[in-house]
Each structure stands twice: as C-alpha cells, then as structure tokens.
C-alpha cells in the first residue's frame, strides 16, 4: 500500500539555519501627526474607513467615541489627541485586538507591511514620557520607526 506524503519536513542544512537565527516579526506602518508607528500585524484585525463615530458624554478627550462594527461596540482613540499633538481629521481608522480586547485608532495614513528583525527593535529612551511607544528602529529606507504599545494603549481606552 502506497501513502501519499503531504507534508515533510526537510532536513536543514548549514544555510537554512543560518537563516533561522534572524527572527522577524511583520509589522504595519502607519502615520500619525508625520510620526512613522509600526503595530505588530498579529495584532490588525481590520483598516477601515467612512464609519461614523457616535460620540460619548464624560470619557477623556482622547476618546473620540464608538462605533458599531458589525454588531460589536468598539471604542475610538484619536491617537494624535492621546499625544497631544491635537485632533487627526482623518476617518482612517485601524482596528487592534490585544488581550481579546479590540479598539480602534484614528490614524492619518497607513502605508504598508514590513519584515522587521526583531533584533533591531531598540528600547525607547528612559526620559521618554511617551508610553505607548516600546521600541524603535531604523527602516530600510533610513526613516525611523516607533513600535506602538497595544497593550498599554488599552488602558486608556
């Protein structure tokens, strides 16, 4: 009797493993008030625009208000108010799940999807008061990117 192979791992070789040793991590770059962000792509569940916000009485500035997404309430930050670099006008708005918790952020453009060595992810400066920045590094392109905190930014919304 005859078994069909679906899958089989292949034996590495010298190079293979060579390769393994450099763990990257897909990150999604976005723009807020000429800031590069990058938000780990695990944590994207959606990028959408043209939903209206309802607004809320009595939560922080920040808050901009909810929307209905199917069904599902889900907060909206205006992470330029957040930073306190004023109000993005935009309706881009970036759906992120941390701990099961979905929220969206107003953002002015997202640009594209990148590989990113995890190895280069450089802590932020300890004087930094921004907390949901938790890293940067230096893209490809020489321009240089804040790694955005989901996890923190759930304790604001």
Do not use: W
């Not at 005859?2 to 770059?29: G, H, I, M, N, W």
Request: glycine share 8%.
């Amino acid at each position: 009797m005859q078994e069909d192979v679906l899958f089989q791992r292949e034996q590495p070789d010298s190079e293979t493993e060579e390769v393994a040793a450099v763990q990257t991590e897909k990150y999604l770059l976005f723009v807020s008030d000429g800031l590069l962000f990058g938000v780990p792509a695990e944590a994207v569940v959606e990028i959408i625009t043209g939903h209206t916000i309802t607004r809320l009485p009595l939560v922080p500035g920040y808050i901009r208000g909810i929307i209905n997404l199917r069904g599902q309430i889900i907060p909206i930050v205006d992470i330029r108010h957040l930073l306190g670099h004023g109000t993005c006008e935009s309706d881009c708005m970036m759906i992120l799940q941390s701990n099961g918790t979905q929220v969206g952020i107003l953002v002015d453009q997202v640009q594209k999807m990148v590989d990113l060595d995890v190895s280069a992810l450089l802590p932020v400066p300890p004087q930094s008061s921004n907390e949901l920045v938790c890293g940067m590094c230096s893209l490809e392109d020489g321009e240089t990117m804040l790694a955005f905190d989901c996890t923190r930014l759930m304790d604001h919304a």
